[in-house]
């Protein structure tokens, strides 16, 4: 009689573990790692290796759901944790009809050593995995949370506090410069003099740049906020000092480090006092999303790019907003769905809002605490192996 041999995973191609691996979410993976030797060493030669990196973030991009940090983190313990919260809803190719499920988890980030009153961070911002972190003492750093992986930031040298309160008098944004092929922060001073410095995370050194002159006096009687960061581009929007219209918008190119200002669509008020008005990424395209709660409408003008990439255009979507107050809306990336707090009936609930179909669907929340947590600021987050040692 022949014994059939029975066979074990490490006994598959290494092609086949490297695809089956590709699936598996980042911190998943690094946990695994502890399993025995086989495993440590398989998974340490993966996430060491570019591009499976690559293709492992292009992978956790493309999942059929959308997962929201909210930044501010929870009270903890421990003062070397800053523990965040993570909602995950999963857009699937259930009925059209069927509540959506989603899954509230913990993220924590483990710092290196205590910091006191610094570990109060007023503004966190997001780029494939890493999180760049900015405290009301203006210490910076980024991290890793799926890689455990902290470092800090030397302190750009145009950094000055005025308070109370404490804040950074400047405007930060952080993402990836895909022709160069390295992260990087960019902060725009607005105190006294327009100063602009740029923040390489291969060299972890500051550089400070000139802004052209005509956008500098453009800027100054302008406050920017609002940041988006979007294939290499970063944008501000910025009002008036006096008035609360928005009146403009200013972009930076990462890769050729230029700025340009762009015009809004055209649209009877930009009034930030009387609409919530903010930018999107909608269809991967930049987008400004425009909300009118008397009369219930929801707008998205999505900004359509010239090929010399010097001039824009915008295509304007309407669409009458779901039934019921809406108290809370984050639109989503992808799917077309934007996810809302609506009050009906005198009480909350979630749903996802499709704006094509214009269907609502509830979204199945086993987190209590989720309307405290959804009107607090938040960002899209993805799990990732980037990693800041491999600069």
Avoid at 107 to 128: A, F, V
Avoid at 178 to 188: F, G, H, L, P, W
Wanted: hydrophobic share 40%.
């Amino acid at each position: 009689m022949i014994m059939a041999k029975r066979m074990s995973f490490c006994d598959l191609p290494e092609e086949i573990i490297e695809k089956i691996m590709l699936w598996v979410p980042a911190d998943s993976l690094v946990q695994s790692k502890v399993v025995n030797k086989f495993w440590y060493s398989l998974i340490s030669g993966l996430i060491n290796d570019p591009k499976f990196v690559s293709d492992h973030l292009l992978i956790a991009k493309n999942q059929s759901s959308a997962s929201l940090l909210f930044k501010w983190p929870s009270h903890h313990v421990d003062h070397r944790l800053i523990a965040y919260k993570l909602l995950t809803v999963n857009y699937d190719d259930r009925g059209e009809d069927d509540p959506l499920m989603s899954v509230t988890e913990p993220l924590s980030i483990h710092l290196p050593e205590l910091i006191g009153d610094e570990s109060s961070w007023h503004c966190s911002y997001h780029c494939d995995g890493l999180i760049l972190l900015v405290s009301d003492v203006g210490r910076m750093a980024l991290c890793n949370p799926a890689l455990k992986e902290f470092m800090f930031l030397p302190q750009p040298r145009n950094f000055i506090i005025e308070g109370p309160p404490r804040y950074p008098n400047g405007v930060v944004e952080f993402g990836f410069d895909s022709v160069n092929n390295v992260y990087k922060c960019v902060v725009i001073w607005c105190h006294n003099k327009c100063k602009v410095e740029v923040y390489t995370m291969s060299s972890n050194s500051w550089r400070e740049i000139n802004m052209p002159q005509d956008i500098v006096d453009i800027i100054t009687s302008n406050v920017l906020g609002n940041p988006l960061h979007w294939e290499g581009v970063c944008y501000w929007l910025g009002h008036d000092l006096d008035n609360y219209y928005y009146r403009v918008i200013l972009s930076f190119n990462l890769s050729n480090e230029e700025f340009h200002l762009i015009r809004l669509p055209h649209f009877k008020s930009w009034d930030l006092t009387c609409y919530r008005i903010e930018f999107v990424v909608w269809n991967d395209s930049v987008a400004l999303y425009w909300r009118d709660d008397r009369k219930n409408i929801l707008r998205l003008f999505t900004m359509d790019v010239a090929e010399e990439g010097s001039d824009y255009s915008w295509t304007n979507y309407e669409c009458v907003g779901p039934v019921g107050k809406i108290w809370f809306e984050q639109p989503i990336w992808k799917n077309d769905e934007i996810l809302m707090e609506v009050k009906k009936d005198g009480h909350k609930e979630l749903v996802s809002f499709n704006i094509l179909t214009q269907k609502v669907r509830n979204v199945v929340c086993c987190d209590q605490d989720f309307s405290r947590d959804l009107r607090s600021r938040q960002f899209f987050f993805v799990k990732s192996l980037v990693s800041l040692r491999r600069r």
